[in-house]
């Protein structure tokens, strides 16, 4: 057995091709974890129905980002650049809870270089059990069906790690950086949006959005924020107020510059790369706004890429 230790990524996938847009919708309207629709026996089947019904106007947005997701090419850029920080005692690895690599392909490629040991590491910073939860129960299916013994070792957040704040507060100062000096500008932090009563039943993902939107302001003294929460889906109620509703209520408050700072999203996809910088671009100049930016995502930032080589040390000496 090789003495090295793996570390898996996990991340939530992205199609890699519109053909590939519908099993993926599918893949995920499946996960309970996400979303329960109707009684578990029945869940597949609706599933399929809404993947079919979303999937042409699902498909005509990853069109206008290129035809396919860029979230396999950055999950494995970060990878690569963190097997490089981490040393010879490492080797990385990436699993996709809704498509490709699968959690089982992956742990399949981690067994064949004969490790054992296995840090999983969420890229999500912000518990939730509609996000990790679901990758770590993903994960622990595929192990116990498969058999196969790994020491694991698991990374479920990481919300408050300084470094973390250190790659953020550096994009949002990028941001900011792309108005006129004298410029005033308020900053938005849009942070992917679940359902209320996840929260009611004591998810702490809203808790970890708000210290982490709390430590990085405390680098930008005396700039207005606000947070605001995008890509909610159903109807059932969700995290307000939404990210649409803040570009109408600032507007109406006569802010002209505005920076959107994405939040729980460690690399580009549809939800930054359509969501923000078309649709709600073209609410913002709609609505009047002189300046409308995003602050770039952290994809490999040197920074980000340090503070996930800090967490799978501080886990290895843990866990011995």
Known sequence: MSDKAAVLLLQMGGPDSLDAVEPFLLNLFSDRDIIRIGPAFLQPFIARLIAKRRSPGVERK??????KSPIRELTESQARALEEVLGDGYRCFVAMRYWKPSTMEALAAIRREGISRVIALSLYPHYSRAT??????ELKRVLSQSGVQFQMTYVDRFFDHPLYIDALAEKVQEGLDDFHPLAEVQILFSAHSLPQSFIDEGDPYLDHIRETVRLVMERFEGVTH???FQSRAGPVKWLEPSTDEMLEHLAAHQVK???????SFVSDHIETLHEIDIEYAQEAHKLGYSRFRRSPSLNASPTFISCL????????????
Do not use: W
């Open 257 to 263: 510059n505005l920076l959107i700072v994405p939040l």
């Open 132 to 137: 990790t939860g679901s990758s770590v129960n």
């Open 226 to 228: 606000h947070l605001a």
């Open 309 to 320: 080589a800090d967490l799978v040390r501080k886990a290895t000496e843990d866990h011995g």
């Open 62 to 67: 990853y069109e206008e980002i290129g035809g």
